[in-house]
C-alpha cells in the first residue's frame, strides 16, 4: 500500500466525478445503534480530506433523521461533493420491520421537495429510486425523475436493486448514472444480470453494504448476541445464528490474503469489490458506511490493496457458501424479481 488520496471515476456517461470510494451515511442516524454525532460529523470531514466526495443518504433513513444530519456538512462544502439521496421508501415507526414502497408520481415529487427541505441545498446531485413498486411501471416513475432534472432540482438519476431488464426500460426513458445494489464478497447475485445491464448502458454501480453489512470486517460475529438491541443487523438472516456461525469460517481465506498484505480482513474485501471494476469493465464506487474517522482511513486505504489473480481465486468460492439470504424478505432486490 502507499499513502495518497483517493483516484477519481465518473458515474455514468456525463454523470458526476467522484472519488472511487464514497461514504454510506445511514448509519450515523439510523439502523445500527446508538451514534457519537460528534464523532460521525468528524468522520465527514476526515472522509472530504482523503478524497471522499460521494455522501450517499435517503429519505428513509432516520424518518429524515440522515439528511437533515448531512447539512451543516453540505453547506459547508457544496462546491466539493456531491450528495445521493432516494425516495421510494417508508419504514414506518411503530413497526421497524414494515416496508411502504411507493413509485407514484405525486409521491416522488413530494419527497423530493422535502429531501431538499431537509438538506439545505438547491439541487440533489444524483437521485435515486430507493426500491421498485412493481405495481408502477418503471418508466413512469424515471419520467417524473427525468422531469425533476430538467426542471432543475435533480442532476442526475439512479437507480437501487432494479433487475437488469428495468435498468435498461429506465434508460430508454432517461440516461441513468448509477445502480446502487449489495454487492460483496458474501452478495454476488448482481453479476447474473445487472452488472452487464450496467456496462452495456455506462452506468455505473455503486455497491451498498460491501463489507457485508460489517460481518466481513470480523468486528461481530453473531449479531444477537454482539449487538446492540435495536440494531437492524438482527433482523438479517445471514448475520445470526447457525448461519452467523457458518459465514465466520468463510472469512478465514480473507484473513490469509489479509495477512499477506499487512492489510484488515476489512480491506480485502473492499479491495475485491473495487477490482470488480477491472473484472467486469465498469466504473464501481463503493459506499462502506461507517460512523468512525479511524473507519474511514482503513476502508479509503483499502484502494490501495491490489489482490493477485491467485488471491482473486482464492476468494471466488466464498459467495457460493454463505448461509442465509440477505435479507428475511427478497421481494425487493434485484434478486427476487430476475
Not at 447475485?189 to 460489517?214: N, T
Not at 466481513?216 to 448476541?225: E, P
Amino acid at each position: 500500500m502507499t499513502d495518497g488520496t483517493l483516484a477519481r471515476t465518473r458515474l455514468g456517461t456525463g454523470g458526476p466525478e467522484v472519488g472511487v470510494q464514497g461514504l454510506g451515511c445511514m448509519g450515523m442516524s439510523a439502523a445500527y445503534g446508538p451514534t457519537d454525532a460528534g464523532e460521525a460529523r468528524a468522520t465527514l470531514e476526515r472522509a472530504l480530506e482523503l478524497g471522499v466526495t460521494l455522501y450517499d443518504t435517503a429519505d428513509a433513513y432516520g424518518a429524515g433523521a440522515n439528511e437533515r444530519f448531512l447539512a451543516p456538512f453540505l453547506k459547508a462544502h457544496r462546491d466539493e461533493v456531491a450528495v445521493a439521496t432516494k425516495f421510494a421508501l417508508t419504514i414506518p415507526p411503530d413497526d421497524p420491520t414494515r416496508r411502504i414502497i411507493r413509485n407514484d408520481a405525486p409521491y416522488v415529487r413530494r419527497a423530493m421537495e422535502e429531501s431538499l427541505r431537509r438538506l439545505d441545498v438547491d439541487v440533489i446531485d444524483l437521485y435515486y429510486m430507493h426500491r421498485r413498486d412493481v405495481d408502477v411501471p418503471v418508466e413512469e416513475t424515471v419520467g417524473v425523475m427525468a422531469d425533476l432534472v430538467r426542471e432543475g432540482k435533480v442532476k442526475h438519476l439512479g437507480l437501487s436493486e432494479v433487475t437488469g431488464g428495468e435498468l435498461r426500460a429506465a434508460q430508454r426513458v432517461h440516461p441513468i448514472a448509477a445502480v446502487q445494489s449489495e454487492w460483496s464478497l458474501f452478495s454476488r447475485d448482481i453479476e447474473a444480470g445487472v452488472v452487464p445491464a450496467a456496462r452495456e448502458l455506462g452506468a455505473a454501480l455503486v455497491p451498498y453494504s460491501p463489507l457485508g453489512r460489517g460481518f466481513l470486517t470480523g468486528s461481530f460475529a453473531d449479531a444477537d448476541t454482539d449487538l446492540t438491541e435495536g440494531d437492524f443487523r438482527r433482523q438479517l438472516p445471514r448475520c445470526t445464528g447457525s448461519n452467523a456461525a457458518a459465514n465466520a469460517a468463510l472469512l478465514e481465506p480473507v484473513r490469509a490474503v489479509a495477512a499477506g498484505h499487512g492489510a484488515t480482513v476489512g480491506q480485502v474485501a473492499l479491495a475485491w469489490v473495487h477490482q470488480q471494476a477491472l473484472v467486469h469493465g465498469l466504473a464501481v464506487v463503493p459506499i462502506p458506511g461507517t460512523r468512525s474517522r479511524t473507519r474511514v482511513e482503513e476502508n479509503t486505504a483499502a484502494t490501495r490493496v491490489v489482490l493477485t489473480d491467485g488471491e482473486m481465486a482464492l476468494l471466488e468460492p466464498i459467495a457460493s457458501q454463505v448461509a442465509g439470504n440477505r435479507y428475511d424478505d427478497m421481494a425487493l432486490t434485484s434478486a427476487g424479481r430476475e
